[in-house]
């Protein structure tokens, strides 16, 4: 997924907290990153320890730009581990793994600064 990168863009429309707690965001382990070459876009496939809640999940990312395969495993995300999976070519991808556009329009992916364990929710 790809939305509109520029910071000076409005807020979406208003949702309820309701709705908000509705989408589970979870912290996780890269425990594999593989390279994608049959994405449309440059993507890597990702291997995900979410914790014993959740599991391990696979995900595809574009984030080819600020990451190399080397610098993947070991690297705490966020990720949303409640959308259907999504076929992304012949990857299952089965968690949205979160990021912010850069200055160059390059997906920098959101993690937690301290250390909380693997599955832990956003709140």
Same mark, same amino acid.
Do not use: C, W
């Given at each position: 997924?790809?939305?509109?990168?520029?910071?000076?863009?409005?807020?979406?429309? &208003?949702?309820?907290?309701?709705?908000?707690?509705?989408?589970?965001? #979870? /912290?996780?382990? @890269?425990?594999?990153?593989? %390279?994608?070459?049959?994405?449309?876009?440059?993507?890597?496939?990702?291997?995900?320890?979410?914790?014993?809640?959740?599991?391990?999940?696979?995900?595809?990312?574009?984030? &080819?730009?600020?990451?190399?395969?080397?610098?993947?495993?070991?690297? #705490? /995300?966020?990720? @949303?581990?409640?959308?259907? %999976?999504?076929?992304?070519?012949?990857?299952?991808?089965?968690?949205?793994?979160?990021?912010?556009?850069?200055?160059?329009?390059?997906?920098?992916?959101?993690?937690?600064?301290?250390?909380?364990?693997?599955?832990?929710?956003?709140?």
């Amino acid at each position: 997924m790809h939305y509109t990168q520029d910071p000076a863009t409005p807020p979406a429309p &208003t949702v309820s907290f309701d709705d908000f707690m509705k989408v589970d965001i #979870r /912290v996780g382990t @890269i425990i594999a990153a593989d %390279p994608f070459p049959e994405a449309r876009k440059p993507a890597y496939k990702l291997t995900i320890d979410f914790g014993a809640g959740v599991g391990v999940k696979k995900s595809s990312a574009q984030i &080819t730009g600020r990451y190399t395969l080397e610098q993947l495993p070991g690297k #705490r /995300v966020l990720g @949303i581990v409640n959308f259907p %999976p999504r076929q992304v070519g012949p990857v299952r991808s089965e968690v949205l793994v979160l990021g912010l556009a850069d200055a160059a329009d390059q997906t920098v992916l959101v993690t937690p600064e301290l250390d909380v364990p693997n599955g832990a929710r956003l709140t």
